[in-house]
């Protein structure tokens, strides 16, 4: 169990925690969310004792194994898969006790050695290292090249599976499927639902927090609070909260108006249809989601082409790409259609994307481009691309010179840039605010085709969503790469297929794609036999095993019995959040209330002193049987 008790926070003079309380128990998958910079990295480095509170109690195990990936290499000299070897810090010790043994010719030394080696799984480490590069996306030819040779996507790759490799009690992750495709991520989910350690996860992909996490914890106003559940769970729990606030509910019955009236407008229009049946499903999820971001700064849009045409591109009979990666395609694009592009890293997604833009000339073949075509194009390079010297305002002036300054400041206020802040130097821009500066340039441009190259990258879960709701309304055509499934459900309504030098329309949805790469053939893995087990090791483990049982399966109820208490207690604080409550003629349900508060308090301290007593009992009979 790990503990955060009334700790306050501060980085660099801003506030981040004040007088926070968590409670992390073990084997919990929990989602750490909030927005950008109200510290959830700095809550990382706080568990990993890189940053100090600054009042308050941090209480943890003292033996607690913990697993953070690094965000950066230090040694590029090595090999890629003893890169990820050298993630098992224990292992590589027990390695070198052997070789020591073997130097000095010392039996005993040797023979102890080399049953920790068994024990701590040493004769199965290079087959576990094999699986997680595959299943990362690296190809067997790639195991043995030098990690200086590989890209920084895929250096966090590699990282992340260093990370996994490491036998660890509390497993932390900051944005794992930043630098992964859809194969990768779908591969990952299924690792981290088999670990039984704690998991604790920062991420901006609610599609992947689902299918992780039992557990979220939102970071908002400098407090910690837990719920129950993924994060549809709690998104709807927070919806009930923040519907309570009457002008947040007034705000989402505009944009509910808003939505009805363009239904009204184009639904019997033939042109529209799409767009209309769209904004249907928007609204219908709107009244369940939708005030869980009312507060949102966001409010992305699009604006409208001056004039476009029904055939805005058309590659025939084409090969794109580069002599050593050729891809053949034979595909049109219309003024209101909508592709998402599937297929695994490596395969040609965005030099499919480069060509379409023209930064990439055909090798062969046509690409025929409409009379009024107007591209507007995100792709990552394109953030390195800002200038660092300007401001946001700067760069939407030197695209319109004409413009007032004031329209310009309300442009960008739809991006969240309000006041001064459109002053700002692009030097001092998280990468979130690169990526909404980068697409209020595209937007402002009047597109009728966005060609969009993992655009969420680096957003939090108010810009995601403002974002969808953008191109939900949007009225033009639509390419998309994405990992974030959730988006690509909501904004696209066919799939081409780039794989094996072809694009071809997929015949499907994600879910077909999905259930597909559960199934895929990987190449085979040797794995290393352990040499057979003595029976009197067998029967010394069982007779461990059962001595340990009891004192397991009594935490294991410990945990189960707070964790009830728990929910008993958020739904009694829910509760007093009511104002009806606080009226003389609910004085003795108040009374009753905190009364039952009170007696939850104490329960949940008894549970907790137990279970500390427990894990401590149980600690030291492992430290007796090693």
Not at 210 to 224: A, E, G
Not at 314 to 331: F, S, V, W
Not at 520 to 535: L, M, V
Request: with cysteine; aromatic share 6%.
């Amino acid at each position: 169990m790990i503990r955060l008790i009334n700790l306050s926070l501060q980085c660099g003079g801003k506030p981040l925690l004040k007088q926070a309380n968590l409670t992390l128990n073990k084997g919990q998958h929990i989602g750490l969310v909030g927005r950008n910079g109200v510290g959830k990295t700095s809550l990382f480095h706080l568990l990993t004792g890189n940053l100090l509170p600054d009042a308050g109690q941090l209480q943890r195990p003292s033996k607690l194994r913990i697993a953070h990936m690094s965000q950066e290499i230090s040694n590029v000299s090595g090999g890629a898969i003893d890169h990820v070897l050298d993630g098992d810090i224990h292992l590589r010790c027990i390695e070198a006790e052997i070789n020591a043994a073997h130097s000095s010719n010392d039996g005993q030394m040797m023979a102890h050695a080399y049953q920790r080696y068994e024990q701590h799984g040493g004769y199965t480490a290079l087959y576990r290292a094999q699986k997680l590069l595959l299943g990362l996306g690296f190809d067997q030819s790639q195991w043995t090249l030098p990690v200086a040779t590989f890209s920084g996507g895929w250096r966090v790759r590699l990282n992340l599976a260093r990370t996994l490799m490491y036998p660890s009690d509390l497993l932390m992750l900051d944005e794992p499927t930043n630098h992964l495709d859809l194969d990768a991520i779908v591969w990952l989910e299924h690792w981290l639902q088999q670990y039984d350690g704690t998991l604790l996860l920062i991420s901006h992909d609610r599609d992947f927090l689902n299918q992780v996490v039992r557990h979220i914890v939102h970071l908002d106003q400098l407090n910690l609070k837990t719920y129950q559940g993924n994060y549809c769970a709690f998104e709807r729990q927070r919806t009930k909260y923040m519907a309570q606030q009457q002008a947040m509910h007034d705000k989402q019955q505009a944009t509910v108006a808003h939505i009805e009236s363009y239904i009204h407008r184009f639904r019997a229009k033939a042109s529209k249809a799409k767009q209309a049946q769209s904004r249907i499903k928007a609204l219908q999820r709107l009244a369940v989601i939708a005030p869980a971001y009312a507060d949102s700064p966001y409010h992305f849009r699009f604006m409208d082409a001056p004039r476009t045409n029904t055939n805005l591109l058309r590659l025939e009979q084409a090969r794109l790409g580069y002599p050593t990666h050729l891809l053949n395609a034979d595909i049109s694009l219309l003024n209101d259609c909508r592709y998402g592009l599937l297929g695994a890293n490596g395969s040609g997604k965005s030099t499919l994307m480069k060509t379409l833009v023209g930064d990439l000339p055909l090798l062969a073949g046509q690409l025929y481009r409409g009379e009024h075509l107007r591209i507007g194009y995100f792709a990552q390079h394109q953030l390195e691309a800002l200038d660092t010297k300007a401001d946001a305002m700067l760069h939407l002036r030197r695209l319109a010179p004409e413009s007032s300054e004031q329209k310009i400041r309300n442009f960008l206020g739809r991006f969240g840039w309000s006041g001064e802040e459109v002053f700002a130097p692009v030097s001092h821009f998280s990468g979130g605010e690169k990526v909404r500066l980068a697409l209020a340039l595209i937007a402002w441009q009047h597109p009728n085709l966005l060609l969009l190259d993992e655009p969420t990258n680096h957003l939090d879960m108010e810009a995601r969503h403002a974002l969808i709701e953008a191109l939900q309304e949007y009225q033009g055509a639509l390419v998309i790469i994405s990992h974030d499934r959730h988006l690509l459900h909501q904004v696209v309504d066919h799939y081409w297929l780039v794989a094996d030098g072809r694009v071809c329309e997929f015949d499907g949805d994600l879910e077909t794609y999905q259930a597909g790469l559960t199934h895929r053939q990987q190449p085979s893995i040797q794995q290393q036999s352990p040499p057979p087990q003595r029976q009197q090791e067998k029967r010394e483990q069982a007779i461990r095993r059962k001595r340990l049982s009891p004192y397991k399966r009594q935490l294991a109820t410990l945990e189960q019995e707070l964790e009830s208490v728990e929910l008993q207690l958020d739904q009694i604080e829910q509760r007093l959040t009511h104002v009806d409550l606080y009226q003389p003629d609910n004085k003795q349900n108040l009374r009753k209330l905190l009364q039952q508060q009170m007696q939850c308090n104490c329960i949940k301290a008894e549970l907790e002193e137990q279970w500390l007593q427990q894990q401590e009992s149980l600690e030291i009979l492992e430290q007796q049987d090693n």
